[in-house]
């Protein structure tokens, strides 16, 4: 059975510095996996979907990469500021086409 | 602007009531989705529908119904058969449920809470 991982739960960095939000995944049979960030009592806005065959995408400060292999994904973002604040969750669509999700990362730019 | 509406936005539940979740999209969007939400949990899908009057449970669909009689619309019903409804629940569409590669589009939720 697919699970997702996010470590770690939450997450706080002073603004200006770059960071590394971590997803992991069991299997690795995907046809892709997904980006969103959630803010505080809102719904999700999709940030990055990466194709099962692709290895990173990129949308202005972010970028996700993915290693299948390892069961691996990383959000990259550059730059930080107080707007970033919010909880980023990860995805992966398994071979049933079901979205199966992490619990999230809370992120915390500290301006 | 096109988009996914969810209605009411706080939803109040007595005991023994069975309630309904408003979800309408103008996306023409084929696939729509019913995900709860728990603190510290991954979103889980209660039911999904891959086109109009054809709807599957998902992985915790006991204690819920669904309708999908229109194309536009998927309203989430929470029967008195479910015991724990507190939850924030999300209402999402996406163009096919193969999802073509395409992301799933959310609404902005309804928190429900028991009296």
Redesign the interface.
């Known amino acids: 059975k697919q699970e997702?991982t996010q470590i770690p739960?939450a997450l706080s960095v002073p603004e200006g510095e770059n960071l590394v939000l971590n997803c992991s995944f069991t299997d690795s049979a995907i046809?892709?996996l997904?980006w969103?960030r959630q803010d505080p009592?809102?719904?999700?806005?999709?940030l990055l979907?990466i194709?099962s065959s692709q290895r990173e995408q990129t949308s202005g400060r972010l970028n996700a990469s993915l290693d299948k292999s390892s069961g691996r994904s990383t959000l990259y973002i550059a730059a930080s500021q107080p707007g970033d604040s919010a909880t980023y969750?990860c995805?992966v669509?398994d071979s049933n086409?079901?979205?199966?999700?992490?619990?999230?990362t809370k992120l915390i730019i500290k301006p | 602007d096109g988009g996914i509406t969810q209605s009411p936005k706080y939803l109040f539940r007595k005991e023994g009531q069975n309630v309904t979740l408003s979800c309408e999209q103008n996306l023409n969007h084929d696939a729509m989705y019913w995900y709860r939400q728990d603190p510290g949990q991954g979103l889980r899908l209660i039911y999904y529908s891959q086109i109009v009057n054809d709807f599957q449970k998902g992985d915790i669909a006991e204690g819920y119904s669904v309708s999908r009689e229109k194309k536009e619309s998927f309203p989430l019903t929470v029967t008195s058969a479910q015991k724990n409804p507190t939850a924030f629940y999300l209402c999402a569409s996406s163009i096919v449920w193969t999802g073509d590669n395409q992301p799933q589009h959310f609404g902005d939720g309804t928190r429900l809470s028991i009296l």
């Not at chain 1, 009592?41 to 999709?46: E, I, Q, V």
């Not at chain 1, 086409?97 to 619990?103: C, E, H, N, S």
């Open positions: 997702v739960a046809y892709n997904q969103f009592g809102k719904g999700l806005t999709s979907l194709q969750l995805a669509m086409y079901q979205l199966i999700w992490g619990a999230g």
